[in-house]
């Protein structure tokens, strides 16, 4: 199984960006997937987490309202639009996936069966 993320970078405050993550080697309509994020000295938090159809998602507060994950099973990928970014948003965003039977969405990193590598977002106040 593999995850591949993409798209971080070095962004302005207020500005915006799209991560990508690309899946292989696992039936993806199968699978819950998840974004969550680790800032330097920090712990791996929640950030965003889709359920397998697509049919609902949850958020962290912090980023409630900024953010939409959103997944594209025909393309086995996954998304997170990141809008009006803050300088605390910056941190190394992880996607990551497990196998589910149900439309429940897990929240808890220990829950998840496969990691990507993480992608750099940087936001400069």
């Known amino acids: 199984v593999q995850l591949q993320a993409s798209g971080g970078g070095l962004v302005q405050a207020g500005g915006s960006l799209r991560l990508s993550c690309a899946a292989g080697g696992l039936t993806f309509s199968r699978y819950a997937m998840g974004w969550f994020r680790q800032a330097p000295g920090k712990e791996r938090e929640f950030v965003a987490a889709?359920?397998?159809?697509?049919?609902?998602?949850k958020y962290a507060d912090s980023v409630k309202g900024r953010f939409t994950i959103s997944r594209d099973n025909a393309k086995n990928r996954m998304y997170l639009q990141m809008n009006s970014l803050r300088a605390e948003d910056t941190a190394l965003y992880y996607c990551a996936a497990y196998p589910a039977i149900t439309s429940s969405i897990r929240v808890t990193s220990a829950e998840y069966t496969y990691w990507g590598q993480g992608t750099l977002v940087t936001v400069s106040s």
């Open positions: 889709i359920s397998r159809s697509d049919s609902s998602s």
